[in-house]
């Protein structure tokens, strides 16, 4: 069974950065396709960034175009969310997520992945 474990959630003011890691771990794991989603209160879960395990195509949404990057080590199999640029509405709790395939496509609905992390807070403070 897969387990993703998020950390680097926290306070931030508004402009600053955070650094966000899933760690992926199990015996069945081969370093899927990824993703991040966040879900304010009271909102539904969106999504925010992805990419592909294979040659590392990336996807992110408009809201977060130009401030957030994804990256993936492999080796470490560990995905990051680097987010620079934080405003009061990034606010959010961020998940991770892992798909069942292996292949160059970059996943937007959450019914695509299989795997869910418990989510780190990321609370950015005006």
């Known amino acids: 069974q897969v387990q993703l474990v998020e950390s680097g959630g926290g306070l931030v003011q508004a402009g600053g950065s955070l650094r966000l890691s899933c760690v992926a771990s199990?015996?069945?794991?081969?370093?899927?396709?990824m993703g991040w989603f966040r879900q304010a209160p009271g909102k539904e879960r969106v999504f925010i960034a992805a990419?592909?395990?294979?040659?590392?195509?990336?996807n992110l949404s408009d809201s977060v175009k130009g401030r957030f990057t994804i990256s993936r080590d492999n080796a470490k199999n560990t995905l990051y969310l680097q987010t620079n640029s934080l405003k009061p509405e990034d606010t959010a709790v961020y998940y991770c997520?892992?798909?069942?395939?292996?292949?160059?496509?970059?996943?937007?609905?959450?019914?695509?992945?299989?795997?869910w992390g418990q989510g780190t807070q990321v609370t950015v403070s005006t």
């Open positions: 990419i592909s395990k294979l040659c590392y195509n990336t």
């Open positions: 199990g015996r069945t794991f081969r370093s899927n396709n």
């Open positions: 997520a892992a798909t069942d395939t292996s292949d160059p496509n970059v996943y937007i609905e959450p019914t695509s992945y299989a795997y």
